[in-house]
């Protein structure tokens, strides 16, 4: 069956330049050579769309499609006004002066194709049913992809890249891979603000709401269901909170959602990017860990005498997860395949621990995140993958992709 597909030619071997290696295979540039533009700022003109799209669908759209790029690397962009722009989009039928081989076929087959720098176009198959609204061929995947060609990059050998030649569906991942941020930034270099700003598929396939503003702010506020989070913990009140990188979510009792917010605002001298945190189910204080030492906080208080080298108390370095576990009343801090019951009060790890974490039948060695939920279950994390453990019972009783089935965490 032949792909829906980029029309722009796959680069013959003289193109290719050899780039470091892996193992015995060498690793490709795909992009051109001596085509790059030699400015940060570049405009773009959009000369007609399909019928049976409002015009402002398509502003939306283009703008989203450059701003993804924008969002990896130290490109701007910006709709040009009057006649004179440096990338110009446009849907033609058939052929359209751009020779034989760039004639477009009707649906299916060539969607589009455009050119390198510093030519600037981007030719869309008017006879293709786009659509802008989650049905039908998507615009704004091929608008980015062919926006990537305008930018200097050539095709890439990830089938899940975006600038792979073949059409690709949005999802819930990002829709650009590593493999098209290396690419981009070998041409341009990251973002000045050294911050890469991710989009799930998803977030783009509506585009009656859309906007460059609520794009950024959810992106932000559900950052934590994209990829998986330092460290989870339930305070005394119920309210939970995510932990990842140098970010906090908090989420009420009744569902609630906060904004993220930076972490050292709350908890000062904290680091970024902790491993495991935990609440004491006895007096509400706050537990992080991180290489061989530890926090605690009374509210936002850091107490006296923190951080501490815990690794010194009989913890071990670079903890996997923490929780209070209220059946021995005390926390407990898993590594590997093994965990320990540490005593709050007098700072040292029980006697007889560490034990095997066949203790704890069916938890998977090396998680990400615990969490002792008020319903009564333990839920352990790793990846995309949860685990639920019965305190009765003591042994996992559920298992399965918590960003789907997990409802209470908004994703």
């Known amino acids: 069956m032949l792909l ?23 690793r490709r540039k795909r992009y051109a050579i001596k085509s790059k533009w030699y400015k940060r700022h570049l405009t773009y003109q959009i000369l007609n769309w399909p019928w049976y799209l409002s015009q402002h669908q398509v502003r939306q759209a283009v ?30 039928d058939g052929e359209h002066n751009d020779g034989a081989r760039h004639a477009f076929d009707g649906p299916g087959g060539a969607l589009a ?31 980015a992809h062919e926006i990537g060609h305008t930018l200097g990059l050539q095709h890439s050998p990830f089938k899940n890249a975006l600038m792979s030649p073949y059409y690709k569906k949005l999802g819930k991942e990002y829709v650009l891979n590593f493999d098209d941020i290396l690419a981009i930034q070998t041409l341009y270099g990251a ?27 959810r992106a932000q506020r559900k950052d934590y269901c994209q990829s998986m989070f330092d460290a989870i913990t339930w305070d005394l009140k119920q309210t939970l909170y995510i932990f990842k990188g140098r970010s906090y979510w908090m989420m009420s009792p009744n569902g609630n959602i906060s904004e993220p ?12 990017f902790i491993e495991a945190a935990a609440v004491s189910g006895s007096d509400g204080k706050f537990y992080f ?28 370095r670079h903890p996997d997860t923490a929780l209070y576990f209220q059946p021995l009343g005390h926390l407990v801090i898993f590594k590997g395949d093994k965990y320990y019951v540490f005593n709050e009060k007098s700072f040292i790890v029980e006697p007889y621990y560490p034990r095997s974490l066949q203790d704890w039948k069916g938890v998977p060695h090396n998680t990400n995140a615990a969490l002792s939920h008020p319903n009564g279950s333990i839920y ?14 003591l042994k996992v009783t559920a298992s399965g992709k918590w960003m789907q089935d997990l409802s209470w965490f908004g994703c």
């Open 380 to 393: 352990f994390f790793r990846g995309e993958n949860y685990w639920t453990f019965d305190q009765k019972s």
């Open 191 to 217: 973002p000045s603000s050294g911050r890469l700003v991710q989009r799930p598929g998803k977030d783009f396939s509506m585009f009656e709401d859309w906007s460059a503003e609520n794009s950024e702010r």
């Open 289 to 316: 860990f991180k290489g061989g030492k530890c926090w605690r906080y009374k509210g936002s208080r850091l107490e006296a005498g923190f951080p501490r080298k815990c690794s010194d108390h009989g913890l071990p």
């Open 113 to 143: 194709h455009a050119f390198f720098p510093r030519r600037g176009e981007a030719h869309f198959d008017n006879a293709e049913h786009w659509s802008l609204n989650g049905k039908g061929r998507n615009l704004f995947v091929v608008f």
């Open 4 to 26: 829906p597909r980029c029309g722009m030619k796959d680069v013959g071997q003289t193109q290719w330049l050899h780039h470091g290696s892996f193992h015995t295979n060498h």
């Open 261 to 272: 917010q930076l972490t050292q605002q709350r908890w000062k001298k904290l680091p970024a």
């Open 63 to 92: 703008q989203a499609a450059f701003q993804l790029w924008g969002n990896v690397s130290s490109l701007t962009f910006s709709e040009a006004v009057g006649d004179s722009a440096d990338i110009r989009l446009a849907f033609f």
